[in-house]
């Protein structure tokens, strides 16, 4: 289905007080392509702020789901059919406890890891096989509530490295897009 658009959905908790939590990693890589795409995401659709554009004569949604983090699939559920897309060109973007800090991983699909938004979102469309981009937060430090330790700010130390793993994973996302997950897998998934 070459004419269908693609949608990328970031995850993360709407509100001032989580824009920098480790937790809201997929909505600060929502922001850096809609920066470097030039898409305002100012409309509110299916309970998510979206902004579009066109890349290399595609049509791209940009989604950041506003109903927190837990209930991210009513967002994507609803964007989902409201486009009628196909899930392969639905990316969803998300922190991962599981990977270190800086790595990125794009992956067809599988289960949710115990990442509540991708449950969620798994629960709503009835199925697991959809693209992801597993965006590596590193575990908690010591016995840390990972619950805790997922709504706290990215440190000052780790900022410069945050903007290049958001730059990288831009970068994956478009190639995604413009190259197929296959691809982007290959040269993505080797680095960081």
Do not use: C, W
Request: charged share 20%.
């Amino acid at each position: 289905m070459t004419d269908a658009p693609y949608l990328i959905v970031g995850l993360g908790n709407p509100g001032r007080e989580h824009r920098e939590n480790r937790h809201n990693i997929g909505f600060m890589l929502v922001d850096r392509l809609a920066v470097r795409l030039d898409i305002s995401l100012s409309r509110l659709q299916s309970k998510a702020l979206v902004g579009s554009a066109r890349h290399e004569g595609r049509k791209i949604i940009l989604a950041k789901p506003q109903t927190y983090m837990n209930l991210s699939g009513q967002a994507v559920q609803g964007l989902v059919r409201f486009y009628k897309l196909p899930l392969t060109n639905l990316l969803v973007a998300h922190d991962d406890l599981d990977l270190p800090f800086g790595t990125i991983r794009l992956r067809p699909g599988g289960g949710s890891a115990g990442q509540k938004g991708v449950a969620s979102i798994i629960e709503r469309l009835g199925a697991q096989e959809f693209p992801r981009l597993r965006l590596g937060i590193d575990r908690p430090p010591g016995r840390m509530d990972p619950a805790a330790y997922v709504l706290q700010d990215f440190p000052q130390a780790e900022m410069m490295t945050l903007s290049e793993t958001l730059d990288r994973a831009a970068d994956a996302a478009l190639a995604f897009i413009s190259e197929g997950l296959d691809a982007a897998m290959n040269r993505f998934n080797g680095t960081g």
